[in-house]
């Protein structure tokens, strides 16, 4: 009776992490959303939180029926006049971006670092590049929570 001596496939016997999303919406401001990246990233070294903190950027572009594309192409091109100066003041002036940009948060710690997690829940929409960005902390059974996680696994 060999059936008896071992056990059969049962499965996997870990379970899968709940993951909390933050999403950070940051509208047109780039400068922010590289100080946010570059938090993230300094964290994930000095914590070693390789896997337990992922992060994705989300560009939402402006559509043509939107006046945000149409004013940025205005800025970008040279005005005439006189001289040389006025043509190079011109092409140095700022193109406001035309993307919405979000960014989106994954903490994935196991069952045993429910303490380290929550400190990590409640540090990150607190610190300054995160702050003005209206966080929004999601969790499994939330609403909206599989539409960040959908969104999220298809993004970069």
């Not at 572009?61 to 091109?77: L, M």
């Amino acid at each position: 009776m060999p059936g008896f001596l071992t056990w059969g496939w049962g499965g996997t016997q870990t379970a899968d992490m709940a993951h909390i999303y933050m999403v950070f919406d940051f509208a047109k401001d780039e400068e922010k959303l590289q100080l946010a990246r570059h938090k993230l990233e300094g964290w994930k070294q000095a914590f070693r939180l390789d896997k337990k903190l992922l992060y994705k950027l989300e560009r939402i572009e402006a559509t043509a029926g939107d006046g945000d594309g149409k004013a940025a192409v205005k800025d970008e091109k040279p005005t005439k006049g006189k001289g040389k100066a006025k043509a190079g003041e011109a092409e140095t002036k700022k193109v406001e971006p035309s993307a919405d940009l979000k960014l989106l948060v994954r903490l994935a710690f196991s069952g045993h670092e429910k303490l380290t997690e929550q400190r990590w829940v409640q540090r990150i929409p607190v610190e300054e590049p995160f702050v003005g960005a209206s966080p929004k902390v999601m969790k499994g059974g939330t609403a909206g929570f599989e539409d960040v996680e959908k969104k999220f696994e298809e993004l970069e």
